[in-house]
């Protein structure tokens, strides 16, 4: 469970189990909106995740949610598909790109 935004992604990379990530090579790149937001990224290759603050320079799929809805997202209180459906979360790129990352929070 994650109490903000920084604590979920300084943990991303501890908590993935590298068989989920095995078969992905593709950048993530998250953009925080509100309290507490920012801009982060992670770089998914060779079943190793790395993440980073800021901006990608070329990402795959580009994520924009407040902080209050991906908290939800995350600690499983807001149905990811819900919130897009909804307009919570706003994807552009490869949206099979969105739909392994589901998995990925699993």
Do not use: C
């Amino acid at each position: 469970m994650a109490d903000s935004i920084e604590d979920f992604f300084s943990e991303i990379a501890k908590g993935i189990d590298p068989e989920k990530i095995k078969d992905i090579d593709a950048t993530y790149q998250w953009k925080i909106t509100g309290e507490g937001g920012g801009d982060w990224f992670a770089v998914i290759g060779e079943g190793v995740l790395e993440v980073s603050a800021g901006e990608s320079m070329d990402p795959n799929i580009t994520i924009t949610v407040s902080a209050r809805h991906w908290l939800d997202i995350v600690n499983g209180n807001l149905n990811p598909q819900m919130a897009f459906v909804s307009g919570k979360v706003q994807i552009v790129g490869d949206m099979g790109l969105a739909m392994k990352l589901q998995n990925l929070l699993d």
